[in-house]
């Protein structure tokens, strides 16, 4: 007992220190809010039909951002009806007028559909057009359901300030490198957050939570019972992924649904490690610290191609593309008996790296083949119609065979050269052929 | 049909070829059973009480055995009550007696109890002295049953004339190098074979029947049941043997006990190969051939130790502890994550060889290890507490060690210096320690 509270003091103290050097100076919040407020009054006198309303999204709408962050996203909503091309039209033409009215710079951004981005001073901004939908409606395009999100957030934290608890999870998150649900991350969003700390009321409470979920852990807020007046035994449509948080303004989506099952693992072992030993460190480029550490350790054989990285890709189609791409190239590794410690792959601007480090890289020239038991009538005429040096081993017929690639070297060699093209999965964007091969070379993601 | 024809008319000639090369000559024969009366007869006029009468038993006994074997087994049956002592004392007299007589040379020869061997001309004799029993009686000495196999064989075999056939059947266990059911090779006794012929008529209808076998094949002859009395849904009593083949001069006793699964599964796979494609080269040396053969090709890495072999230790206790000596090496060396194609061992007069063929006998300094799920509590604190490197790897909490054995030579070393003696089991007679390690070498086993 004695020991659970001089932890708890520990933690309670860890936990103020860290919010201390996170949470945005009150001087730092006032100066967000006035400049937000002028951009949300300009663009409301220059707004025009089928603009139906505007509406600041985001943790800076929500004071529930982290010091220093100082995006602002604010969303045009279109009415349900419009064009297309007229919500992208009037989307960018209104967006960059505001920018321009207040003297920042502004570009095209690219998701779904285009929206302005744009610098003003130390503000970044997003601009973007959306559909107004209501609850549980079907989207029209791809960002319809953040203003909802928003005004559900605003709504469920009017009772008490979880702000601080929000950026306490971000922050651990972040530390551990599992925040944000992007396809390269595969972690958790900002509205994730969000609601869990709505779930669980607080950090503290949410990780002592954690450290006792198991695969397939199901969060149904309280709100969405009273929201939509469901009985206690109510049945939500079923997901197959590793943590299930069902969204307040969409029944039938699973907020969690990008989060990896190797990230919802990081996070249930590093709750329990941080309750264990309370620490700030946790919260600092933990997870970049421990794979510099973990790397300082004998090493096996280091081999990395470099593909180069196709224009006009984003992350979110290079990531999964590169990682399908290694995972097929990993079945041909295994096929021919090579053993690798770990692999992984990281794309900058211009080049994408695929690295492995391998156990084993050379084999002799020759290998074992188990063939079917003895008794298989069929199994074995064919097996040995197939192989010269067959003979009894156990229960099996066995031969010996000419291993085709002695070296994991001369495997990828017929890799970029296109030799293997039929055996490998070729994604869109990411092709292996043509690429460089760097013998010694491992590029950590970062 | 006309396929079949061809074939079963190929394999005739070819049978009848091997027939011709392995049937003892008339005069063969002839002299064989002249000598033989001769020596019975001097046994029976100089035997004595406790001795109840005299037998002469094994293939010569009884026309089965092959050209040039000419083995003379002959049993001295004793009173049950006979003290070990006077058994010994008598059998030993009397047998040397009669090799004096015939002018040979005698020594004496250890099994459970001692016998005399000889050497007269070109017939070399055993004299057993045993005890009498009955059928299905408990025996008293470990060949007591020897004479009733005898007795049995000779009454079946009455009807109709098996010898060629069990002449063939064994030839090609002697090609196969599976005929002998001592624990080297863990083959198939002589008496074995004529039962199996006994049973199926022929070698071919055998073989045609074993090319269906499957694992734990159960053959009770005809003559059981007429000799007990027995139903036809009598029940046996269950072994866990490969083949099960019932003793008709003791039920309780499977004759096929010491053919090994590999040896059976060898049975049934060249029963395969000889009947698609009869070849007299099966019955010659066939398996010796086959391993020259397999040896053509590139090889990995081969390591053999060489072990003192202890005086007076007889093959039958030598070989099962190779191998049990040899497979708790290999657990060790799998441990130790070295992967290797195959090994044997072998014994001459002087040394052991236990032999590998590694794949991998190299691996970096650096290895993986897998922990518990993240989501188990007291394991993962187990984990972290025993291993630095840790991080989270899928659902399960992981490390990297440093390898205590990066050369399989080094783990060799602490083998035969004994640093490993707590992590092998070392069998009664063959101690790794102090052997030699002979990097390059493999031994087969002949």
Redesign the interface.
């Known amino acids: 007992m004695k020991e659970i509270l001089e932890n708890s003091m520990g933690i309670q103290k860890v936990l103020n220190e860290v919010l201390t050097d996170i949470s945005p100076t009150d001087s730092e919040k006032e100066e967000l809010t006035l400049f937000s407020n002028a951009v949300l009054h300009k663009l409301k006198s220059i707004s025009e039909y089928p603009i139906l309303d505007i509406i600041q999204v985001g943790s800076t709408a929500r004071n529930a951002n982290l010091k220093n962050d100082h995006d602002i996203d604010i969303f045009l909503r279109f009415e349900r009806n419009t064009e297309r091309e007229t919500l992208k039209e009037v989307g960018l033409r209104v967006g960059k007028e505001v920018i321009d009215y207040f003297g920042g710079i502004s570009w095209l951004e690219y998701a779904e559909h285009p929206y302005i981005s744009g610098k003003i001073g130390k503000f970044s901004l997003d601009i973007v057009p959306c559909y107004k939908i209501e609850n549980c409606e079907k989207i029209i395009s791809a960002v319809d359901r953040t203003p909802l999100h928003n005004e559900f957030l605003v709504l469920a934290s009017l009772k008490t300030d979880i702000s601080n608890e929000v950026r306490l999870l971000k922050k651990f998150l972040k530390g551990l490198s599992i925040y944000g649900s992007d396809l390269k991350t595969a972690g958790f969003s900002g509205y994730l957050c969000e609601l869990l700390i709505l779930k669980y009321g607080s950090f503290l409470n949410l990780l002592n939570d954690v450290?006792t979920?198991?695969?397939k852990k199901v969060i149904v807020l309280d709100e969405i019972y009273e929201m939509y007046g469901l009985k206690n035994d109510h049945k939500f449509l079923e997901f197959n992924d590793s943590l299930i948080v069902y969204d307040p303004v969409d029944l039938n989506r699973n907020v969690a649904a990008a989060l990896s099952?190797?990230n919802y693992?990081?996070f249930?072992?590093?709750s329990?490690?941080f309750l264990?030993n309370p620490n700030k460190e946790f919260f600092y480029n933990f997870e970049k610290k421990?794979i510099n550490?973990?790397n300082e350790?004998?090493?096996?054989?280091f081999l990395t191609i470099e593909i180069k990285r196709p224009e006009n890709v984003v992350e979110d189609i290079v990531y999964p593309q590169m990682e399908k791409l290694q995972k097929s190239i990993n079945k041909l590794i295994k096929e021919h008996?090579f053993d690798y410690?770990?692999y992984t792959n990281f794309a900058d601007e211009k080049v994408c790296y695929l690295s492995w480090e391998f156990?084993?890289h050379e084999?002799?020239?020759?290998?074992?083949r188990v063939g079917p038991?003895?008794?298989s009538?069929f199994g074995?005429?064919n097996f040995?119609k197939n192989n010269e040096?067959y003979?009894?081993?156990?229960?099996?017929?066995c031969a010996?065979k000419?291993r085709k690639y002695k070296n994991v070297q001369i495997l990828f060699n017929n890799i970029v050269n296109g030799k293997l093209k039929g055996q490998i999965t070729y994604p869109k964007y990411i092709c292996p052929e043509n690429a460089l091969i760097n013998i010694g070379t491992f590029v950590e993601r970062i």
Do not use: A
């Open positions: 450290k979920w198991k695969l099952l190797e693992c990081k249930i072992f590093y329990k490690m264990m421990t550490k973990l350790r004998s090493h096996g054989y008996d410690l770990r156990l084993v084999l002799p020239d020759v290998k074992l038991p003895v008794s009538s074995v005429l040995i040096k003979f009894v081993s156990g229960c099996n017929v010996y000419n």
